[in-house]
């Protein structure tokens, strides 16, 4: 497998007393280099050391414990006795017996088969509590309390732990009891009410936004509380919710009504405030061009042999363009629709303006960026063979970033982690598998 961090990066030196080096990942997160480490291998992530029990399925928490496992977290993903994580039916397509949901979220995981109901399982996820640092669970509320799991259970046994919840609504109030999915809290949320065509029906996005940006704040917050748990030795809940993101991730829609009382529409492609800023059909594709200011307005005016459009009266400003948006959108749709991408792409070559086809995933995949950043990379799968995956996408100078693990078949480790995370027995084991606590 391929990794995209190629520059060498530092650890300490040999010497650096033992004391020295449990203070310097105490919280399990590195934050900055004493002055002693003037070397250090690349094969160190950044959070080599964080132990995080995933307890989570389908989309959000997944995703938030895939990106901890791309920075070198340890992640354990406990599921449901034979039939594991929901997303792993979620096909066609599949790869082996596997979908390809399932593989795009679930890398750089172990899975082990636990029933949380019974006693022993109970006991078993106590037992790993104790030795992680972080436990992500996107049960409804009051589901991990009913099975003895919930925060002040295991805060009792590790008070260093941080326990993230993942829920539609909110662990209160009068959603909480409801099932969370994307689509419901982009409904409620308003993302699909500001998504679609200008005079057409409600669209949801085409893939799930809300759910992924849950996962972004979740991993983003579980940073945090590292963070914290350096400087106070204690971990902490935290809690995200769906609609709480989406009613986050409304930016400037929301504050446009908050604070002027304005309501948000439907625009297709376009922006509410911004001309041009949008997609044009082209005579085998759609090219998206923005103007967002006056001189590149006018530079887009020039390549399109439209010069007279930028000294119009009506277009000399962004605001004068927002308001006679409908005639200077024709006016640049008729000539646009005049040549191919391949064509507009190269009269852009080199402007100024923000422009890019619509590309279909294949065109997507095909890109020259995308394949100069190195967005996939292939990895052995012990079951389907090789798995090309989506890369990580953010990139370090001093840590790693990247796929180390296959997704793992459904209770690859359960033995493995029981035997070696917690010293049970082989008969121990095979007695819990015979009374169907594990499989």
């Excluded at 949320?189 to 669209?203: F, H, K, N, R, S």
Aim: include cysteine; glycine fraction near 8%.
């Amino acid at each position: 497998m391929a990794s995209r961090n190629t520059e060498s990066t530092q650890t300490c030196e040999e010497t650096l007393a033992s004391t020295e080096k449990q203070e310097f990942f105490k919280s399990s997160i590195l934050i900055k280099l004493p002055s002693v480490c003037v070397r250090h291998s690349s094969s160190v992530d950044a959070l080599s050391d964080v132990k995080v029990l995933d307890l989570t399925r389908i989309l959000a928490g997944p995703y938030c414990t895939q990106i901890l496992g791309d920075l070198g977290a340890d992640i354990l993903k406990v599921e449901r006795l034979m039939v594991g994580d929901d997303t792993r039916s979620w096909g066609p397509p599949f790869v082996g017996k596997t979908s390809c949901y399932f593989i795009s979220i679930n890398r750089n995981k172990r899975s082990i088969c636990i029933d949380l109901k019974s006693p022993d399982g109970m006991k078993i996820i106590q037992q790993l509590a104790m030795q992680s640092d972080v436990l992500v669970e996107n049960y409804l509320p009051g589901k991990m309390e009913e099975y003895g799991l919930g925060y002040e259970d295991l805060k009792k046994i590790n008070p260093r732990l941080i326990y993230c919840s993942i829920t539609g609504y909110g662990s209160s109030g009068p959603y909480a009891s409801r099932p969370g999915y994307d689509v419901i809290a982009s409904s409620i949320g308003g993302l699909m009410y500001v998504t679609g065509p200008e005079d057409g029906a409600p669209c949801k996005t085409g893939v799930a936004l809300t759910d992924l940006a849950t996962g972004l704040y979740a991993h983003g917050a579980i940073m945090a509380a590292l963070l914290q748990r350096r400087k106070t030795g204690y971990g902490q809940r935290i809690s995200a919710n769906l609609l709480s993101t989406q009613i986050a991730c409304l930016v400037n829609l929301g504050s446009n009504y908050l604070m002027a009382g304005q309501e948000a529409k439907r625009w297709g492609t376009a922006h509410e405030s911004i001309v041009p800023y949008q997609a044009f059909a082209t005579s085998d594709g759609y090219m998206t061009v923005g103007g967002t200011n006056d001189r590149q307005f006018r530079e887009l005016c020039s390549r399109i042999n439209r010069a007279e459009l930028s000294s119009d009266p009506k277009y000399l400003t962004n605001a004068l363009r927002v308001e006679h948006r409908k005639e200077l959108v024709e006016e640049l749709g008729k000539t646009l629709l005049t040549k191919s991408n391949a064509d507009w792409l190269e009269l852009f070559r080199g402007a100024h303006f923000s422009y890019g086809p619509i590309n279909s995933l294949s065109q997507v995949f095909d890109d020259p960026q995308v394949q100069h950043n190195r967005m996939v990379q292939e990895i052995d799968h012990p079951s389907a063979g090789i798995l090309k995956l989506v890369a990580p996408p953010v990139e370090f100078s001093g840590t790693g970033n990247r796929i180390r693990l296959s997704p793992p078949e459904l209770g690859e480790h359960t033995e493995s982690v029981l035997r070696d995370r917690l010293g049970y027995s082989l008969t121990h084991i095979q007695q819990l598998r015979a009374s169907g606590v594990i499989n």
